[in-house]
């Protein structure tokens, strides 16, 4: 009986212990994570009493650094570094950096590098093919290289990441940052190549879109005129980054011929696909249209928001240099700021830098492939995916002198949008500099220096824009753009002509830009870079132009321009799509039946403000979208395996203004009836009002635009995961909208930094705000602080210091490292 | 054996606290042993040494299998309770309302109750399986 007991009370312990230690099922293993000396508990943070106002000092000993640095937190937990050498500032941005965001500059590199299945196990494994098919490692590897042919890069990138390591070798058991503990594994040592990873990655966010696939599937289909009319080359209204009219400063060089008769054979086997509305705005007046008789400047890049947050404030200081901005957690120096003479900013560009090419194998081996008339030896990359509890998948990726042939027949690929058996040139696969670039950046004192700077820069390519305290304002579309014919790479591109591969690079001299222009103003918010004039070849699309349009309407109207009247502006909630095309839909609509007249009297009260409580901006959106689908989707979006996509919102606009009668308009799944503009007008608005009340209920309140548009930031690991929700900040309540408007924010998207610089000849005035954070660690105060003033667009005024010795009561804690 | 008595059947704070109190004073060397023991060592070692402990110590001071469950469970409960408390209140659950979100509870102070039944369990079992283990050489 007793020894019956015992083994009893052993097993029970025993499972007990093993259940706690392994976890069992989705449970993971709880023992380690809920033990309240080193499990997550740790990881809250305890507000620090702070003794009558002074600044708490921190002496730390670390070693790596040749000199002492200090690094000053003010409130918002941004650190000010002063050093004494370019190694040790370095040295100590990877620190403060690694200190904050340590495991999302992790996590970031190892999806960069298709490594997530090493953590996640299998369920990453799809996105890791991806990765590595699309050539992301193939790339870092090469601008690596190219990075490293400098030696401050050299120096930069080594100080960086010894000052990570330096971070990671003090962490404990119980320091060890929260999601580590989460999914149960440890950071590993940080190399230069995981920076190269991460500029690499960002050409995957803002340049790795591609419609080729979805045009030939149309061409073909459809035939290429109908495709043209359809997808224009140039916007019905624009207003072009660069100003119409703007003198040439160079000597063209001439287009390569190519022959576009070539018609790819399109989709062999795909399924379905995601959305994206992100609009970067940036913008800088003159001193003759400012307050102050000097230049001020605008920057508010969008991404997908999440938390940790995309960016970091930092001031980075040491002879030579004083640099506050934003910067990418894994990468040195700063990205987006301003120093004591020049503030600078970046919008994409979406230029055609990656083009497919269909490529004709020899035969099943796939040893061979046919260009410019011969048999070109295919090379192998071979790539090693670890898998968290099962063997390596080895995946042999076959590349021609395009590039990557990214997925093979019979293999599926991770996004529709990516033709099977196809060769992928891509300018993001290349050696680059854009290290050296954003080095000289941070320490440029004029326009000169800012155009040397832009020089170095290839991928992806940003609308630079630029002001300084000598009265100099400046916008550079810049970055490597492939020298090719027009409209080359708007369709498939034929692998085995010759013709059609890129022939070189626009001179970096010769990249769209104006200086100083007559209007006194720049600006850019992702539109058509340049007018069809221009000589050289960008692209045929671009992002919508009404949030151009909107920010020019508005600059070329400013006088005494402000920091206020910037952020205004920044925070502008008009909707000019609206302005463009309701009062169209309204008269074409007819005599509304009375389930519409509701919406019709709501719309037509409407001030075409997208503001938080209306509910108009919710009737409109739902109408514009449902709009397309009966227009578009019967023809556009008929087999999953054959992928197109509908015009943008403009050619939409220009149907309804300008084309009583069109071929589209006909519902062609209805056998015996021709459908009418109007007929889709009250079709779309009726199914408007149903869906609607379907998911909210009656027309009212709950119809409010913030709730319907459900803007969200959420955690990395919490993009599709609920259990997370605690770590993310949803459904916050603001005004603005899709691509469209210039307060760019939709459900995921939105306005990842705002910035505002006000040039001056002594000290620049500068605001800022992201939607975040400075600490990456969700039990920190300063993980979410500034969501909920940036929902409200306001700024923080950004503590910017002249030197070391500068007091400011600002600054609350205070870390030296000595010698 | 104090043991034997029915506990306090009120759920207050008050005669929990005095209940435990009189159990530490009667039995003041197992409970020490096992929740100073646990204390030090979960600074240096894994989460489960504290079974170990409250085995071991059980093995060696336990006088009943009634009393090896209570004080163990008692010991370890605490600690890990008190422990988790000390967090969840001087960070305002900053953290703690984070993590029982996720673990589908409504707040980090049930999350804290329930660590401290789930660490009484493990515990007590353990402290258990010492006297179990002691008595099988006894006779």
Redesign the interface.
């Known amino acids: 009986m007793k020894i019956i007991k015992t083994i009893l009370s052993l097993t029970i312990t025993g499972l007990i212990i093993y259940f706690l230690q392994n976890g069992a099922g989705a449970v993971p293993a709880l023992g380690k994570f809920l033990n309240p000396f080193t499990g997550f508990w740790t990881n809250s943070e305890i507000g620090s009493k702070e003794k009558d106002g002074s600044a708490l000092v921190r002496n730390i000993n670390i070693p790596g650094c040749t000199d002492e640095v200090t690094i000053k937190y003010d409130e918002n937990g941004v650190p000010h570094i002063f050093a004494n050498n370019n190694h040790d500032l370095y040295f100590a941005q990877g620190w403060v950096t690694a200190k904050d965001r340590l495991w999302q500059m992790e996590f970031q590199t190892h999806f960069a590098a298709g490594r997530i299945s090493e953590i996640v196990g299998v369920k990453g494994l799809e996105s890791d093919q991806y990765q590595r098919r699309m050539g992301a490692v193939y790339g870092a590897e090469n601008s690596l290289a190219g990075m490293l042919e400098t030696p401050e890069n050299t120096v930069t990138l080594a100080a960086y990441s010894e000052g990570v390591n330096a971070y990671i070798n003090q962490l404990s058991e119980s320091t060890l940052p929260f999601e580590y503990k989460l999914l149960g594994y440890k950071p590993e040592p940080w190399t230069p190549i995981k920076s190269a990873l991460f500029l690499k990655n960002m050409s995957f966010v803002l340049a790795s879109g591609s419609d080729e696939l979805l045009m030939t599937n149309i061409a073909r289909k459809y035939g290429k005129e109908a495709a043209e009319e359809l997808f224009p080359n140039y916007p019905n209204l624009e207003s072009p980054i660069i100003p119409v009219d703007t003198p040439l400063d160079f000597k063209p060089i001439p287009l390569p011929k190519y022959d576009d008769s070539f018609l790819g054979t399109g989709s062999k086997d795909v399924p379905a696909e995601q959305d994206k509305a992100l609009g970067s705005n940036n913008w800088a007046v003159a001193g003759s249209l400012s307050f102050t008789g000097l230049p001020i400047l605008s920057n508010d890049p969008h991404l997908t928001l999440s938390l940790p947050s995309i960016w970091y404030q930092c001031q980075l200081t040491a002879p030579g240099v004083n640099v506050y901005g934003s910067t990418m957690p894994g990468t040195p120096n700063v990205i987006i700021g301003f120093n004591e003479k020049v503030a600078w900013g970046v919008t994409n560009v979406g230029g055609d830098v990656l083009d497919w090419y269909e490529v004709r194998f020899k035969d099943a081996t796939k040893e061979e492939y046919f260009h410019d008339n011969q048999w070109k030896k295919v090379t192998k990359r071979i790539e090693a995916i670890k898998i968290k509890g099962l063997p390596d998948k080895i995946d042999t990726v076959l590349y021609t002198h395009h590039g990557p042939v990214v997925y093979l027949e019979n293999q599926k690929p991770f996004k529709n949008n990516v033709p099977v058996g196809h060769a992928l040139k891509w300018v993001a696969h290349e050696k680059s500099q854009e290290l050296s670039a954003f080095y000289k950046l941070n320490r440029a004192q004029n326009y000169d220096q800012y155009v040397e700077a832009l020089s170095y820069y290839s991928a992806p390519a940003q609308n630079f824009i630029f002001a300084s305290n000598q009265n100099d304002i400046a916008l550079w579309v810049n970055g490597k753009f492939p020298l090719k014919a027009r409209q080359q790479g708007k369709y498939i591109l034929d692998g085995t002509s010759k013709s059609a591969d890129w022939q070189g690079y626009i001179p970096a001299a010769h990249n769209p830009h104006v200086k100083n222009p007559a209007r006194g103003y720049v600006s850019s918010a992702n539109q058509s870079s340049v007018d069809p004039k221009y000589p050289y070849y960008i692209n045929w699309e671009f992002a919508h132009t009404e949030r151009g349009r909107r920010i020019n309407d508005r600059l070329a109207k400013m006088t005494l321009a402000n920091v206020d009247s910037f952020r205004n502006m920044q925070n502008d909630n008009y909707n000019l799509r609206a302005n463009d095309i309701l009062p169209s839909l309204l008269l074409k609509i007819g005599t509304p039946s009375p389930k519409l007249a509701a919406a019709i009297a709501i719309l037509t009260k409407w001030n075409l403000q997208n503001n938080p409580n209306e509910i108009a901006p919710t009737i409109f959106d739902e109408w514009f979208k449902n709009l397309g689908f009966a227009i578009w989707k019967d023809e556009l979006d008929i087999d999953k395996n054959h992928p197109m996509r509908y015009p943008q919102a403009d050619q939409l606009v220009e149907f309804v203004k300008n084309k009583p009668i069109s071929k589209w308009y006909d519902d062609i799944s209805t056998k015996d009836k021709i459908e009418t503009l109007q007929e889709n007008l009250v079709s779309s608005l009726s199914a408007t009002i149903d869906s609607l009340t379907a998911k909210k209920g009656l027309m009212g309140p709950a119809w409010a635009w913030a709730d319907w548009k459900s803007t969200s930031v959420k955690h990395l690991l919490g993009a599709n995961n609920p259990a997370l929700d605690k770590f993310s900040r949803l459904n916050i309540q603001m005004g603005g909208g899709g691509g469209g408007i210039v307060n760019a924010t939709t459900a995921r998207t939105g306005p990842s930094w705002r910035m505002i610089v006000q040039l001056d000849k002594n000290h620049p005035k500068a605001y800022g705000i992201f939607p975040g954070g400075q600490s990456g660690n969700p039990g920190s105060n300063l993980y979410d602080n500034m969501i909920d003033k940036w929902a409200k667009g306001e700024l923080n005024e950004l503590l910017y210091l002249q030197n070391g010795n500068e007091a400011s009561s600002r600054i609350k804690k205070v870390i030296k490292f000595s010698k | 054996m104090a043991l034997n008595k029915t506990p306090p059947s009120g759920v207050g704070g008050l005669f929990i606290m005095n209940y435990i109190l009189s159990k530490i004073e009667q039995k003041g060397a197992l409970f020490s042993l096992i929740f100073l023991g646990s204390f030090i060592l ?2 240096f070692l ?3 040494i504290c ?1 170990l402990v409250a ?1 071991l110590a059980a093995f060696w001071q336990a006088k009943s ?1 009634k009393q090896a469950f209570a004080v163990g469970g008692v010991a370890i409960g605490l600690l ?1 309770g008190l ?2 408390s ?3 209140f ?2 305002q659950g ?9 673990l ?1 509870l409504p707040n980090g102070g049930l999350l804290t109750a329930i ?1 401290a039944l ?1 660490a009484g ?2 515990g007590g ?2 402290a ?2 010492g006297y ?2 002691k ?2 050489f006894k006779k």
């Open positions: 979960h600074f894994p989460w489960w079974t085995f299998g890990w422990t988790a000390f967090w969840h001087a960070s900053i953290l703690s309302n984070k993590v029982a979100g996720m589908g660590l789930i369990l493990v079992n353990a258990l399986s179990l283990v008595s099988l």
